[in-house]
Every structure is written in C-alpha cells, then in structure tokens.
C-alpha cells in the first residue's frame, strides 16, 4: 500500500458541521516497532504505532478537555482506517503454526479491531470504536457521515480519527486528528 497521507484540506478538514481540533502524525519503521513498547509483545505493530499516535493527539488537547482520571473517557471515539490492519501479526501466526501450539494472546493481536481496540485500552477510551479495513483515500467519503453520526447521536462528544498508510520505502505512518462538532 503506497499512497499520500494529505497534509489538509480534506472532507474532515472542510465540512463545517465538524471541526478538528488537535492533530498529529507520527511515522516508524515497522521492523524496529514503536518507540513505546510497554503494551504488549504480542501487540501488532501497526495497533502499537496508532496507539503511540493517538497518544500524541490526545496530550494536544487542553487540560480541560479530558475527564480526570479516565483519560478522555466515554467522551472519545475511535475510528481507524488502514489497507493493511494487522498484516503483520497475521503472516508471523502463519509462520507459526507448522511449530505447533500457538498463544491465544497472538489472536488477539492479529484481530483487525485490535488497531482501534488497543488504543482504547491504553488511553481509557469508551467511546464507540471502528476499523475500516481498505486505503484511507477510499474512505474518505465515508468518515465525514460517520463522525457526525457518532458525534449527533450522543455516541461521544469527540472522535480521533486515524489513517495508517505506508510511503514508498515502506515506512508507516499514521496521521490522526481529534474531531468535534461544531456546536461543541
């Protein structure tokens, strides 16, 4: 998957019903993982770069903007997009499964959910949760309709929203944006 992570200026970006708020990007080479690895060694890397970066979006906000002791709580949505989720992890099941028994920890890791799932469990996010599994150009015309819905429906009061995406020397990358509604 090789493609362009856009610097702005799409439907989240213009759409006047939403508003970004903070905003970040982060990139890491997938053989030496993220610089934070305290989660899990059965984590898939691109679940552990998301949740680096959805770190990194959240410390943006102001201090008023989380709940104390949760941080942003039932408040915060995830939605992740990636082509490639969990590839990874998958293909090192495969290799092993010809040794015999494999650890039910490494299913979870592979699980696809996994990409916005951990991110919630590290930063005590409760809010709705979402992977779409295809390049994030693709889904652009998708997320402008499902963060208003989540944000209208008192699904959540904000929405981090996070696109993997790999340049052509197979570096990976995540940009990821803190949405609101306008109102809010």
């Known amino acids: 998957m090789h493609d362009e992570l856009p610097s702005g200026g799409d439907a989240l970006d213009t759409d006047t019903r939403l508003r970004v708020v903070a905003r970040t990007r982060v990139g890491g080479d997938m053989a030496e993982g993220p610089v934070r690895r305290t989660v899990s060694s059965y984590a898939d890397p691109v679940a552990l770069l998301v949740s680096d970066t959805v770190a990194e979006v959240l410390a943006l906000l102001p201090e008023t903007d989380t709940e104390p002791g949760t941080g942003t709580g039932t408040s915060t949505g995830v939605l992740t997009v990636s082509e490639t989720g969990t590839?990874?992890?998958?293909?090192?099941?495969?290799?092993?499964?010809?040794?015999?028994?494999?650890?039910?920890?490494?299913?979870?890791?592979?699980?696809?959910?996994?990409?916005?799932?951990?991110?919630?469990?590290?930063?005590?996010?409760r809010g709705p949760s979402l992977v779409l599994t295809m390049p994030p150009t693709a889904a652009e015309p998708l997320l402008v309709p499902l963060v208003h819905g989540w944000l209208t429906t008192g699904g959540c009061r904000q929405v981090v929203v996070n696109e993997h995406l790999t340049d052509a020397a197979g570096t990976h990358f995540v940009r990821s944006r803190v949405v609101r509604h306008t109102a809010n």
Request: hydrophobic share 45%; aromatic share 2%; net charge positive.
């Open 87 to 125: 590839l990874h992890t998958m293909r090192t099941l495969a290799a092993g499964l010809g040794r015999g028994r494999i650890s039910p920890l490494r299913f979870a890791g592979a699980g696809p959910g996994s990409l916005a799932g951990l991110a919630c469990i590290v930063h005590g996010l």
